[in-house]
């Protein structure tokens, strides 16, 4: 392959620097702003690639020698050819994702292999990204298992939500914290995507889009060599791709009827013919700040194949009933899973213009599973009606092999009923057959117009763009987790310490970075009962949240969330008129994005517009802090602010918060600005509506 005389240059500096044999065959990548830059080396056969910016330096890589394959029954052994690069320029519309709609482009190559198993190099500003792709196969194939390293030069400090199940990790209901640590301490044990590692210049995101008939990808820290092992001549710390093994037997838990798999073929994936595989990125970004708007895990995967009118996916807010267990109080009946405890919620609902109501978990018996059969205590069609009359839809909950198995009937019946989709829940596994579950459900639920929230599962792995009906995704360390957080006692750099087993203010101002990126988040916000670290208790019946109710509002900005939850009972957010009306008034999507200041497990500031208005919250983490608000980002005009932050007592009072409200203009003359503080645990959100 003909090189240039600077591939030459920066190759021979490679060689001399990590004193390894030169490589024979290479091309070179660059982002199309010129900063990031690809190696892709095929030595003696075998793929691989580095990540770096500027010169091929220490300081300055962000990926070495990262080695991929794809390992097919059959196939024949590797020959690689690589294309000339080229410049691709897109356009996207994006209905209720961060934005409205997008520009991007990317430099591409394509890694030919005489086998048919082949490898697209992609390019951006805001990483790197490759998927393999096999052609000329017209047979029915096996993958019998994927390499994908992720190496690095150093001990860096890695963020990574381990599995919640040693003993079978890859079931489970990807629902942790993140283990910070450097690379070198973290547990060979599997973790879920997406996974930061901080790399000193730039932050280095792995994550995985447009998984369809495949399984998903964990990462294993270590893999199934020593740790701190020496390529290259450097000492490296790394992690590799593990993934669930095609299920053979199965069985059922018996409350919920919920699948799970007993046991497994020696393979991961099969099929038939030419197809394309997963996209594996690293989203490279230099200030925290960029993480939450990174938008590769989006726009990388298949386009939309509901056709046609899309009207009918309607985003919106929920009254919820599970987190805070049916608990109205001051009525004349009793409340629980029957026909007048829903008709309060969908009264309540319909005062203060939420779209919908959820049956969770009781409106048919979990343990038939058989949700076809409504529990007697419902009139599931009467109830229909009743909220149609108020204008509020109802989202039904269910599991997701139940739908799966009455999938047809579920979809005809409820549909003709006027349902208006379904909360699907416990998957709880990432195996290819999980995975086409999910999109089996989602194109037969589009065909009848039900909109879709995926609970007990992986992280959005690009089917919402495909299925835009899929209108949430859970995949996080949510409220519920409140609900059963003991307290921990110990001793901790010779200080006692009495304090929540689980740090969620920490977590809450952490994951918008690096979950936030893979899209939508059920976290399901609006506690009304907020506590200190030190007053915070566990409650399951009348849970309580960590930190203050401003960081409460904060979090319907903040979060990413088409179709949000309002987890309290009616009864309290009918004694907080002013906090719920603030709540209702908020949009759940948005025409655009920003972050405008920010650290990973520090703090959040984020600002979101929808038309000519403007929406803009922050959250800390228990340290307590001051940001300033600027109107820099606004235009000239006349806007009326509202703003609630955390009263002057918010540290020992969580409840505690106040709103100001000023009308302003906005000219050539130099810019507002507020100062506010923020309580440990805290935050603020506000309105920014043109006049």
């Not at 091929?56 to 024949?76: C, K, Q, R, V």
Request: proline share 5%.
């Amino acid at each position: 392959m003909k090189r240039t005389h600077l591939t030459f240059t920066l190759m021979a500096f490679v060689c001399a620097m990590y004193a390894q044999s030169p490589f024979d065959k290479d091309v070179n990548l660059t982002s199309p702003d010129g900063r990031l830059k690809v190696i892709i080396n095929t030595h003696d056969n075998n793929l691989s690639y580095n990540v770096f910016e500027g010169n091929f330096t220490d300081h300055n890589i962000y990926a070495i020698d990262n080695n991929i394959s794809l390992n097919i029954e059959g196939m024949g052994k590797n020959q690689y050819t690589v294309s000339s690069p080229r410049r691709v320029k897109e356009h996207f519309d994006a209905p209720n994702y961060k934005l409205t709609s997008f520009d991007d482009e990317y430099n591409q190559v394509i890694v030919k292999n005489k086998n048919g198993v082949n490898v697209e190099f992609r390019a951006y500003n805001s990483g790197i990204a490759y998927r393999f792709f096999i052609t000329s196969m017209k047979k029915e194939w096996k993958v019998l298992s994927e390499l994908a390293e992720f190496n690095f030069i150093d001990d860096h400090t890695t963020y990574l939500p381990y599995s919640t199940n040693e003993k079978n990790p890859k079931a489970m209901a990807f629902q942790a914290t993140y283990d910070v640590a450097p690379l070198s301490q973290m547990k060979n044990l599997d973790a879920f995507l997406p996974a930061t590692v901080d790399c000193g210049k730039a932050k280095v995101t792995i994550l995985e889009t447009d998984v369809e008939n495949y399984p998903g990808m964990f990462l294993l820290p270590g893999g199934d060599k020593k740790k701190g092992i020496t390529r290259v001549g450097k000492l490296m710390e790394g992690m590799v791709a593990d993934f669930p093994a095609y299920p053979k037997t199965f069985d059922f838990y018996p409350w919920r009827q919920q699948k799970y798999v007993t046991s497994t073929e020696d393979y991961i994936a099969k099929g038939k013919g030419n197809r394309t595989f997963p996209w594996r990125i690293l989203a490279i970004t230099h200030e925290d700040k960029e993480m939450p708007t990174n938008t590769l895990a989006y726009q990388l995967a298949a386009s939309s194949r509901i056709k046609g009118d899309t009207s009918w996916i309607k985003p919106g807010k929920v009254a919820w009933d599970w987190w805070n267990d049916w608990g109205i109080s001051g009525v004349d009946f009793k409340a629980g899973i029957n026909q007048q405890t829903y008709k309060y919620y969908i009264d309540f609902a319909a005062k203060h213009g939420l779209e919908y109501i959820i049956l969770d978990e009781g409106w048919y018996t979990p343990k038939s599973g058989d949700m076809l059969t409504v529990i007697p205590e419902l009139d599931l069609p009467a109830l229909v009606q009743y909220g149609k009359q108020k204008n509020v839809g109802i989202i039904l909950w269910t599991v997701f092999n139940v739908l799966d198995a009455q999938l047809d009937e579920a979809c005809e019946k409820y549909a003709d009923m006027g349902i208006k989709g379904f909360k699907v829940d416990f998957m709880d596994r990432y195996d290819q057959e999980g995975v086409d579950m999910i999109y089996r459900i989602a194109e037969r639920c589009a065909q009848s117009h039900l909109v879709l929230d995926y609970h007990g599962i992986f992280a959005p792995q690009g089917i919402q763009r495909t299925y835009p009906n899929v209108i949430n995704f859970e995949a996080v360390f949510g409220m519920e987790e409140v609900k059963w957080t003991q307290r921990e006692k110990g001793v901790e750099n010779g200080k006692s310490y009495d304090r929540p087993s689980k740090d969620m203010p920490t977590y809450d101002v952490t994951f918008p970075y690096i979950r936030g990126m893979a899209g939508y988040v059920d976290f399901t916000p609006g506690g009304m009962r907020n506590a200190t670290a030190a007053d915070f208790q566990p409650m399951y019946y009348n849970p309580v949240t960590m930190g203050t109710r401003c960081h409460q509002l904060a979090h319907y900005i903040v979060h990413e969330s088409p179709l949000t939850m309002l987890a309290d009972n009616p009864t309290i957010y009918e004694q907080e008129l002013e906090c719920t009306d603030f709540i209702a008034s908020l949009p759940t999507v948005y025409d655009e994005m920003k972050v405008l200041d920010g650290k990973m497990g520090e703090f959040i500031v984020t600002a979101r517009r929808q038309g000519d208005d403007w929406y803009v919250a922050g959250e800390t983490n228990w340290d307590a802090r001051n940001v300033e608000l600027n109107s820099l980002f606004l235009p000239i005009g006349t806007y009326e602010l509202t703003i609630f932050f955390d009263g002057i007592n918010a540290d020992k009072v969580a409840t505690d918060y106040q709103v100001f409200q000023q009308t302003f203009t906005l000219t050539h003359a130099p810019q507002e600005h507020i100062t506010l503080h923020m309580a440990s645990g805290g935050g603020f959100a506000a309105k920014i509506i043109k006049k």
